[in-house]
């Protein structure tokens, strides 16, 4: 987890798509893992993982950005 000079913070986030339940875990070394229902297809994963970290951040599903990585398994995500 990182702030940048907006004061927004900055997640690096491996997706694991297909899981059987859906959890975001935070790593001993900053990064975190998203197990997500969803299958990757027509971006319902990213909907989900959005959805995953406004809730476990409390911030609104609108203000979670996916700064990279929107096609791939790795992301950074960027939050209030």
């Known amino acids: 987890m990182v702030r940048d000079a907006s004061n927004r913070v ?4 491996k997706a694991k798509p297909g899981s059987r339940v ?6 001993p070394d900053g ?11 027509d971006g319902k994963a990213n909907a989900e993982l959005v959805a995953l970290v406004a809730a476990r951040f409390g911030c ?3 203000d979670v950005t996916i700064r990279s990585g929107a096609g791939g398994r790795m992301k950074l995500v960027e939050i209030p």
């Open 10 to 13: 900055k997640l690096q986030i």
């Open 31 to 41: 990064t975190w893992i998203a197990r997500l229902k969803a299958p990757p297809v």
């Open 22 to 27: 859906s959890a975001l875990e935070a790593q």
């Open 60 to 62: 609104r599903k609108a």
